[in-house]
C-alpha cells in the first residue's frame, strides 16, 4: 500500500527525482536496520525481500527522473515558444498601432482606415548633414538613436503614434482609433514645441548647432498595410504632402502650422473650456512659403482657400 501512495504522492510535486531519491536512501537505510536486528534470523528469504525492495526503490528514482526531464523539456519548450510570440506582438505593435494589430489577427482580406481629422507633425534637423559628414556613419547612427529615442519618450507621454523615420526626419501624430486611442490637436502642437526643445537639449550636450524645423498639419487621410514583406502602417493623402512643404518651409527651432490646424486646436479648446492656453498662431506674412534651399511655395499648395500659415508661439 505504501509503494502505490508513494509513487502518485512524487507526481505532484515539482521536482519528483528529488524526493524519490530520498526515499530510496530511507529505503536503503531501513533495511539495513531490519537486517542488523534479525540478523541471527534465516536470511535468505529476508535478503530477497531487501533487495527486491531497494530495487523497486531505485525503479521509482529512474522513472521519477526520466519524468523530471520531461517535464523540464516541455517547460522550456513552452518557455521559448511564448517568448517568441511576445518578440513578436512587441515588433507587430512597434510596426502598427495596436488596435491595428488585434485587426489584423482576425483579418482575411485588406486591412484599410479612413480618418477625418488626423493631426501629423514632422521634424527635420537643420546642420545635421553637415554634422554627419564629420562622422563615422555607426557614430551618426548612435547620435540620431539618441535624439529619436527622446522623441519616442515623447510620444509615450502625448499618447502619439509614431508613423515612421526617413533618415533625419521624424513622423508622429493623432487621429483616433484605430490609429490612436485620442485625437487632440493640442496634444500634438505640445508635442511638436517638446521637439524642438528636445534637439536644443541634445545639440548643446555635443557642442553643436544643429535646430530641428517642425511642420504640423491636420487634415483626412487613409491609412493601411501595404506589400507583403517588412509590413508596417502607413498613412496616405494630401496630408503627406502638405506636411513636408510645412516642414520645409519651417524656420529652425519653429513650429509651422496650417490654418487647418489652427482651427482643430481653436475647435478642441472651446469644447474643452478647462484647457489651460499654453501657446498662441502667429500668422505668417509673407507673400509666399520658402524651403532653406530657396523654392517657393505658394499657400494655396498646403489649403486651397490660400489660407496663410501660423507659427506656433509661447
Known amino acids: 500500500m505504501f509503494f502505490p501512495v508513494y509513487a502518485l504522492a512524487i507526481t505532484a510535486y515539482e521536482f519528483p527525482c528529488r524526493y524519490a531519491s530520498i526515499f530510496l536512501v530511507l529505503t536503503m537505510v531501513l533495511m539495513w536496520c531490519v537486517h542488523e536486528t534479525v540478523r541471527s534470523l534465516s536470511a535468505l528469504p529476508l535478503e530477497f ?3 527486491v525492495m531497494v530495487y523497486y526503490a531505485m525503479v521509482i528514482v529512474i522513472e521519477a527522473y526520466c519524468q523530471e526531464a520531461l ?13 517568441t510570440l511576445d518578440r513578436i506582438h512587441g515588433t507587430l505593435t512597434a510596426l502598427m498601432p495596436p488596435e491595428v494589430v488585434s ?5 482575411t482580406g485588406a486591412v484599410t482606415h479612413s480618418y477625418t481629422a488626423v493631426t501629423l507633425v514632422q521634424s527635420d534637423l537643420a546642420g545635421f548633414t553637415r554634422f554627419a559628414s564629420t562622422l563615422e556613419p555607426a557614430k551618426v547612427v548612435e547620435f540620431v538613436s539618441e535624439l529619436f529615442g527622446r522623441f519616442d519618450k515623447l510620444t509615450d507621454t502625448f499618447e502619439l503614434y509614431k508613423v515612421e523615420t526617413v533618415g533625419d526626419a521624424y513622423i508622429a501624430g ?7 486611442r485620442k ?6 502642437v505640445l508635442f511638436a514645441m517638446q521637439m524642438v526643445q528636445e534637439t536644443a537639449k541634445w545639440s548643446r550636450k555635443f557642442g553643436e548647432n544643429i535646430g530641428c524645423r517642425v511642420g504640423i498639419h491636420t487634415s483626412s487621410c487613409v491609412g493601411g498595410i501595404v506589400g507583403t514583406d517588412m509590413q508596417r502602417y ?15 518651409t519651417s524656420h529652425v527651432g519653429k513650429v509651422h502650422a496650417s490654418k ?8 478642441e479648446v472651446r469644447k474643452n473650456r478647462t484647457t489651460e492656453e499654453r501657446f498662441k498662431f502667429e500668422t505668417r506674412t509673407e507673400p509666399w512659403l520658402t524651403t532653406s534651399k530657396g523654392e517657393a511655395h505658394q499657400y494655396a499648395d498646403i489649403s486651397s482657400s490660400g489660407a496663410h500659415t501660423c507659427f506656433v508661439v509661447t
Open 49 to 51: 525481500g531487501q533487495n
Open 71 to 83: 517535464y523540464r523539456g516541455q517547460y522550456k519548450a513552452s518557455s521559448r515558444v511564448e517568448f
Open 103 to 107: 485587426e489584423l489577427r482576425v483579418a
Open 174 to 180: 493623432q487621429g483616433g482609433p484605430p490609429l490612436t
Open 183 to 188: 485625437n487632440s490637436p493640442v496634444a500634438v
Open 234 to 248: 502607413h498613412l496616405f493623402g494630401e496630408l503627406m504632402t502638405c506636411l513636408e512643404i510645412l516642414e520645409s
Open 260 to 267: 487647418a490646424c489652427k482651427d482643430a486646436v481653436d475647435e
